[in-house]
């Protein structure tokens, strides 16, 4: 069936395919992603965020782009250009494109000079974090409630959403883009979650060279300097991360439950 799935192809029209390419493992694209980045005239990425073996399903003849040294204002003339000559236009993003990508201005941009866009999704680094870690990070009547953030740096962060106030709800919060800023993390973190909460550190997940580290958060900001991580780093804090705290039942499976809510 997946063999059909994949030779089963439409061409693509001219377009820009803003497609998430998962966390780094080519096994963990969707298969749409996969279809549209083996079909594209154009491919567009940034070499920093997307590993090489994300592109071997690319077609030889594909234009392939590096854009880790480029701007804006460099990419969008190319992709224009590209789709305005009959071309199919694939611009890729680590994990989604929805979080962190800076896809809100390009889809501005394109559209607002009548190019077609279309958005594909893709597996996030959380996502895998959680894979790998084997934990499920809404436990019953432990955590419910999942927070994706990062701290302040050179974007700025909304001070309603200080890593501090958003810390007190002591979620399961996926940190991004914070290595950098690690000591900082760690004190508004410490204002609320217990010393004790397991951190999971994780390095370029799905990548040939992913390490994970799993510490108290008292040591977070420690191993991440030991480590010499600054960029490519999760962080999962969580206390579903706890292994006495991992014997949580969900309602949803137990014999008392209307199977009518499964
Ligand atoms: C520009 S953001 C892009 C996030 C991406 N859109 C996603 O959904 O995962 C880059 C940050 O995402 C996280 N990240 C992305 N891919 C990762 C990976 N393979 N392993 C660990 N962290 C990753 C890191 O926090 C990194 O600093």
New binding site residues.
């Given amino acids: 069936m997946t063999a059909d799935l994949l030779t089963n192809r439409q061409p693509l029209r001219p377009a820009v395919y803003i497609v998430?390419a998962g966390?780094?493992d080519p096994d963990l694209l969707t298969l749409k992603a996969y279809k549209i980045l083996s079909q594209g005239d154009v491919i567009l990425y940034a070499d920093s965020?997307v590993p090489p073996q994300i592109l071997e399903a690319v077609r030889p003849d594909a234009e392939v782009i590096q854009t880790a040294s480029k701007t804006l204002e460099e990419i969008l003339p190319i992709m224009i250009d590209r789709v305005k000559s009959q071309q199919s236009v694939v611009r890729l993003?680590?994990?989604?494109?929805?979080?962190?990508?800076?896809v809100q201005e390009q889809m501005q941009a394109l559209l607002a000079a009548d190019i077609p866009i279309e958005v594909v999704p893709?597996i996030?680094?959380?996502q895998?974090?959680a894979a790998r870690l084997q934990v499920e990070l809404t436990i019953p009547e432990r955590v419910q409630t999942i927070i994706l953030t990062?701290i302040s740096g050179r974007t700025h962060v909304p001070e309603a959403e200080e890593l501090s106030s958003l810390a007190a709800h002591q979620a399961s919060l996926c940190?991004?883009?914070?290595?950098r800023h690690i000591e900082a993390a760690q004190a508004k973190l410490l204002a609320h979650y217990p010393p004790t909460t397991q951190v999971a550190i994780?390095?370029?997940?799905?990548?040939p060279d992913?390490q994970i580290w799993v510490v108290p958060l008292t040591e977070m900001a420690q191993t991440t300097r030991h480590q010499k991580l600054t960029?490519?780093?999760?962080?999962l804090i969580s206390p579903a991360l706890d292994p006495e705290q991992q014997n949580g039942r969900s309602r949803l499976y137990h014999p008392d439950h209307d199977r009518l809510f499964r």
């Fill in positions: 998430g966390p780094g965020l993003h680590s994990g989604d494109p929805c979080l962190y990508g800076a893709g996030s680094a959380f895998l974090a990062r940190l991004y883009l914070s290595a994780c390095f370029r997940l799905g990548w992913e960029r490519t780093t999760l962080y």
